[in-house]
């Protein structure tokens, strides 16, 4: 479906996507998430294409992640929230899948679902006024396994406890160190350099690219979770601490947890 805050556009053999929504730092809520796996999923149809960009309207945020003040309309019971977790699992995939490589244009705020939608990408420029951090334990949200083994392929156990325990939040020289960008730059430039890194992407061979993006992931082989485990990462939406914790965010208070 077509979203009049997700755009895609398209210069010789690079796309790019842009999250248009940046009054509210680029946040997204589900039409937006479904939005942008469509808009990847016609880059990655597209042969003609080389390399996608993936960018935040504005120069305050790349993407801060859901849009939690619509949580009450588009979650809340099974029926939603099988919808919702399947969407935003497609969303996010959507990147990582793409038979294109993906530079992500990490500028400013890459937070939440936005650090993980950049986590997804091959490639993340960002600024030393990025700031990239996951703070699904303050909403007792659970990270799904296919969107934990990125990070933990890019950074390790030790900082992924640090953005998913810790709720740490990186700034740019930071997360550069610790992996999460893979390239740093003045926070001025991370646009330009996005799209200059993908020109030159774009200067090699179409075929060997989207060959060796492909095997490094096969070579990661499939995940050793079981089905109880996957079904069990799921059950967050119905606990009480995640209720508080939405009702708290929308209420500017500090949720109580009570570990139920």
């Keep these: 479906m077509s979203h009049p805050l997700i755009k895609l556009t398209r210069d010789g053999v ?5 999250i248009d ?10 039409p937006m998430w479904i939005a ?15 390399c996608v960009v993936v960018r935040g309207a504005g120069e305050e945020a790349f993407c801060a992640g859901a849009d939690i003040a619509a949580f009450p309309t588009e979650r809340g019971t099974p029926e939603r929230e099988a919808v919702y977790a399947a969407e935003i699992g497609r969303s996010f995939q959507s990147l990582r899948i793409c038979r294109h490589p993906v530079v992500a244009a990490c500028r ?6 936005g650090a993980g939608l950049a ?9 030393p006024g990025t700031r990239m951090g996951i703070p699904a334990r303050n909403l007792n949200i659970f990270y799904a396994y296919d ?37 740093l730059v003045p926070d001025e430039d991370v646009q330009a350099e996005a799209l200059a890194l993908a ?9 060997a690219n989207r060959f060796h993006k492909k095997a490094l992931q096969e070579l990661r082989g499939e995940l050793p979770i079981s089905p109880a485990a996957y079904e069990a990462s799921r059950s967050f939406p119905f606990t ?12 500017k208070r500090k949720p109580v947890f009570r570990g139920r």
């Design 199 to 207: 020109q030159r992407i774009a200067q090699g061979a179409p075929l």
């Design 108 to 113: 400013g705020w890459t937070m939440g679902g």
């Design 240 to 251: 009480e601490d995640f209720r508080e914790a939405t009702q708290a965010f929308l209420e």
């Design 119 to 127: 986590t997804m990408a091959d490639f993340r420029v960002g600024g």
């Design 147 to 183: 969107e934990l083994d990125p990070i933990l392929q890019s950074v390790g156990y030790a900082v992924a406890m640090e953005l998913l325990v810790e709720g740490r939040v990186f700034t740019g020289e930071e997360a550069f160190q610790k992996g999460l960008l893979t390239r």
């Design 14 to 18: 690079i796309a790019t996507v842009t």
């Design 36 to 50: 942008l796996a469509e808009a990847m999923e016609e880059c990655s149809a597209d042969e003609d294409l080389r």
């Design 21 to 30: 929504r940046p009054a509210k730092r680029n946040c997204m809520d589900l």
